[in-house]
């Protein structure tokens, strides 16, 4: 449950937001798996594999949307198509029209869907109505716009905003990098990625390797920005911050884990130990993130 990847929203602080009533509405729209035509479904379901569609700790909500998709890629349903193409063409005498031919495409589709294969997958989001923040666990702004969707079609209101910050990421990691050192709570850790601006888009990856280097500030000097640098926060958490301000890679330290364990009195209660730390330790990242990065831009929108 831990979360690997971060995309961070902001809610209006102190949103009304009550445990009952987020209940309820995901209750209200429950998964259902998809049915012989459809090609996806979406829906609710318990973060915690019972009967619960909300985890709530110290007034902080988890909740997870599960995904399917049917598997059945396009080149399958060309290369059927075109075997009952030359069927038909067989038949009639000539080769079917454009218009026949996205007929029997679609008739090929109808046909070979409730035989697909399907795949699920979760997505979990952390809600917390006081602070105000959405916070999904999702390595893209696709994969989060999915769970922002369901949301605006289950709440009445979904009020969200983009976090803009007044500073870029890449100009505070380009300072960081010149000066070897990161502000606030935050250490420079050996992963990096410099770009340049040209067109080439020329880069240089470093991995596991240390960045005081001279061969970086010459990066650096020949024009390169940073558009992937690891982090650590207080020691406690390390991720990868990016140039759009992603947080990716997300490793809760042991320390953190073995205090989640620690707190847990019996199994059934791990997760929401997991969660409480977690919602605790990201409710002091994310805040200090962005105030060395300037700050918020109040009327960011989405």
């Known amino acids: 449950?831990?979360?690997?990847?971060?995309?961070?929203?902001?809610?209006?602080?102190?949103?009304?937001?009550?445990?009952?009533?987020?209940?309820?509405?995901?209750?209200?729209?429950?998964?259902?798996?998809?049915?012989?035509?459809?090609?996806?479904?979406?829906?609710?379901?318990?973060?915690?594999?019972?009967?619960?569609?909300?985890?709530?700790?110290?007034?902080?909500?988890?909740?997870?949307?599960?995904?399917?998709?049917?598997?059945?890629?396009?080149?399958?349903?060309?290369?059927?198509?075109?075997?009952?193409?030359?069927?038909?063409?067989?038949?009639?005498?000539?080769?079917?029209?454009?218009?026949?031919?996205?007929?029997?495409?679609?008739?090929?589709?109808?046909?070979?869907?409730?035989?697909?294969?399907?795949?699920?997958?979760?997505?979990?989001?952390?809600?917390?109505?006081?602070?105000?923040?959405?916070?999904?666990?999702?390595?893209?702004?696709?994969?989060a716009e999915e769970m922002l969707d369901a949301l605006r079609d289950t709440l009445d209101e979904l009020p969200v905003k983009m976090v803009k910050t007044e500073l870029s990421p890449v100009s505070v990691m380009t300072e960081w990098l010149l000066a070897n050192e990161a502000k606030g709570n935050f250490t420079i850790d050996q992963d990096c990625e410099l770009r340049a601006v040209t067109d080439e888009k020329a880069a240089v990856r470093y991995v596991r390797h240390t960045l005081d280097g001279q061969d970086v500030q010459d990066h650096l000097a020949a024009g390169k920005l940073p558009t992937r640098l690891a982090l650590t926060f207080d020691d406690r958490i390390s991720f990868i911050l990016t140039e759009k301000m992603e947080i990716k890679r997300v490793a809760f330290l042991d320390v953190i884990k073995e205090e989640a364990e620690r707190q847990a009195d019996a199994a059934d209660m791990q997760m929401e130990a997991d969660f409480a730390l977690m919602s605790g330790e990201l409710s002091r990242l994310i805040p200090a993130l962005l105030e060395v990065l300037g700050g918020e831009v109040k009327d960011a929108v989405i």
């Open 1 to 143: 449950m831990w979360f690997r990847n971060l995309q961070i929203y902001r809610l209006p602080v102190n949103w009304g937001l009550t445990l009952e009533t987020l209940n309820d509405k995901l209750v209200a729209k429950p998964f259902v798996p998809c049915g012989s035509q459809d090609m996806a479904s979406r829906g609710w379901s318990s973060p915690t594999k019972d009967d619960r569609f909300v985890l709530a700790v110290g007034g902080h909500f988890l909740v997870s949307l599960l995904v399917e998709q049917k598997l059945l890629p396009s080149s399958v349903v060309n290369e059927v198509a075109a075997d009952k193409a030359e069927q038909i063409e067989a038949q009639q005498g000539f080769k079917p029209g454009r218009k026949q031919m996205k007929e029997i495409k679609e008739a090929v589709l109808q046909e070979l869907l409730p035989r697909a294969f399907t795949r699920r997958r979760k997505v979990y989001g952390w809600i917390d109505p006081v602070g105000g923040w959405l916070v999904m666990d999702a390595a893209s702004p696709a994969r």
